[in-house]
Structures are given as C-alpha cells and as structure tokens.
C-alpha cells in the first residue's frame, strides 16, 4: 500500500474518547444524545487568544524539560475527552523526536485524516499537538524519557519513513482491537512500532517468517510461541512487531462496558467496529485496545531508566511532578511538584 508522510495535523480521532465513553452510557436514549460527540471529523470551537497563549506557554516549559534531560526520544501523552469512568487520563499519544526533520520535537504520530477518509502519519510541532487538546481550561500531559540505548534504536526506526509507514493499517477504529491487524488505531501505530524497533533477534522474525500466534485471528488468551511460524509475504511487518510485542510481555488497555448490550451502540460511530474483537471479549463486554496508559506501562517494564514527566494546566497554572506516580485530578500539586504561573 503506496502512501505519503504528511507535515500537516488535521482534526484527528481521538483514539476511543468520546466513542467509548457514548457506549458507556447506561442508557440506549443517552447514547443517542451523545452520538453527536462522535463525529470526529466536525470542527472544534476555536481557542480564545487567552487559551492559545497558555497552551503555549505549557508548550515551552515541556520543551524546555525535554531539551534539559538529554534524551532524543520521548513518548508524548495528552488527555483528551473524559476517559475517567474507565480510569484512564490519557487518549492519544504520539512520539516527541529531538531530531524531526519537522522541528526540534515534533511528535510523529497516527491521525485519521478527515479528508481523506483514511489513516495517515503525520509530524506535528509540540505546540500544534498541545493544542489540539479538548479542554484548554484543564488538561494533562504525559511525558515518558527514554534512555540513550532504547532511544536510540526507535529513534533509527522511527525516522525511516519507509519503515514507519509500514506499520501504517489501511482501515481506521478507534476501538481496534490491539491484536488484530484488521483495524488501527493512534496508539496501536505507535506500539506496533516500539514493538518493531525493540525486539530481540529470538523475537523479532524476519519478514518473510512470523510468529503465527500473532494474526488477526488468533486467540488473545493464548500463550505466545516462539517456535510456531508461518509463510507470509515480506509485507507483513505489524504481523512481526505484534509477534515481537506479545513476546516482549506487552499488554493491551481493557474498556470493561459492564452490560454486554451496550456493545450494539458501537452502530452509533462508524469508527467503531466489534467484527474485530474475539468473541471471548465481546462475552464478556469489554474492548482490549492500545492505549497510552498500557504503553506507559509497557515502557516502564521494558526499558530500565526510563523517566516520567506529568504535567497538568489550569487557567492559572503549570503543575510538573516527575516521577510514575500521577498528579492528582484538578491540577492540584503536591509536595516536591514544581508549579509555573501562567500570564
């Protein structure tokens, strides 16, 4: 599949945001009065100058951190529509890169370009990414620092075009299951391509050789096999980086729905599919889906040295805490947080 890198950023999915958070409703009448919220593709209200010039404002102070901790490469996080009722701060995460050849950190990352009705990769300055947040009132920012080794190796990655639109799915759901190939979503481009860049030889199969365990229909409960192999064509690299992810430990975000009715709501979205979920899943009324929170996790565990950043900004300020434990919901900083007053 023949596509381009695009330096532009359009209105982008939200990787399940509002979609799951409509299905969620207890209700068929009140999913139908939040159907609107998932037309990802209408236009936001614009920022006020006010709102514009704190988000940049918290633009620079994270550029400035990323610039003083020395790493190339770092995981960017932002929150997006309310995520809590599934505990989960973070929607949509991309990958903040020192050397784009953009601008100094611009985050490459998947978006569903609404023009085109598809998939696309896009490079985006830090502060373009920062504000397309949905709340410029109160938001949350999310910034994992990898160490030169593991920063170097997906940095070589990342920067190949050829190899970063490889992992690129030609069918977009937000709610894509994270180990099928017959969706994608953001997060699960960007996994896929931690996946690619930091598997071992022993789990990293060449492209004409991949793990079997790791196709589309394969069971998810299923230990993986690293000895069980298929022929596929050299065309097959998110078949090998999800091989190497399920080897490498990775484990997907779970949207729990509680009422398995609630799963015929995904109709209300057409970025929301269920023909990709296993039926042990949709038994169970819950979605396994990649998301920035599962990734964290994934890195934290993976990758020895990585550093965590959080900040959070309200009309008044800038909170950075760093460190894994979160920032407590209203942008409230604790002991040892650092706070920045915003004009």
């Known amino acids: 599949m023949h596509v381009n890198l695009r330096r532009a950023a359009v209105r982008g999915a939200a990787v399940v ?29 614009p920022l006020s100058a ?13 550029k400035s951190e990323l610039e003083r901790s020395g790493s190339r490469v770092a995981l960017v996080s932002r929150s997006g529509l309310n995520l ?8 949509h995460a991309g990958l903040s890169l020192q050397g ?9 990352q998947l ?40 920063a170097a190796t997906l940095e070589t990655v990342a920067l190949d075009n050829r190899r970063a639109l490889s992992l690129l ?17 953001c997060n699960q481009w960007l996994i896929e391509l931690l996946g690619l860049a930091w598997a071992a030889p022993a ?48 484990e997907a975000a779970t949207f729990s729905l509680g009422w398995r009715p609630l799963l015929w709501l995904t109709a209300f979205s057409p970025y929301l599919h269920r023909d990709d979920h296993p039926e042990s899943d949709l038994a169970r009324a819950q979605f396994r889906v990649s998301m920035p929170q599962a990734i964290e996790v994934f890195v934290r565990q993976r990758v020895p040295g990585a550093e965590r950043l959080e900040f959070c900004h309200t009309a008044a300020h800038v909170v950075m805490r760093r460190g894994w434990e979160p920032l407590p919901d209203g942008c409230v900083p604790g002991e040892g947080d650092e706070v920045f007053a915003l004009r």
């Open 17 to 45: 945001a509002a979609a799951v958070a409509a299905v969620g409703a207890a209700t068929l009448s009140a999913a139908t009065a939040h159907a609107g919220t998932l037309r990802y593709c209408d236009a936001t209200p």
């Open 203 to 250: 789990a990293a199969p060449g492209p004409e050789r991949v793990n079997a365990d790791a196709d589309a229909n394969a069971d998810p409960d299923a230990d993986p096999d690293p000895d069980a192999a298929t022929a596929l064509p050299a065309t097959a690299p998110r078949t090998s980086a999800q091989a190497a992810l399920r080897i490498l430990g990775y």
């Open 111 to 150: 978006y569903f370009a609404c023009d085109e009705a598809a998939p696309r990769l896009f490079d985006q300055g830090l502060s373009a990414f920062l504000l397309g947040t949905e709340d410029p009132a109160l938001g949350y920012v999310s910034v994992v620092l990898l160490p030169a080794d593991a």
């Open 169 to 185: 799915g030609a069918r977009y759901s937000a709610n894509a299951h994270a180990w099928s190939l017959q969706y994608q979503n």
């Open 50 to 62: 006010g709102q514009q010039g704190r988000l940049l404002q918290l633009s620079a102070i994270v």
């Open 100 to 108: 784009s050849g953009e601008t100094p950190w611009a985050v490459r």
């Open 84 to 91: 809590r009722w599934f505990g989960m701060r973070y929607s």
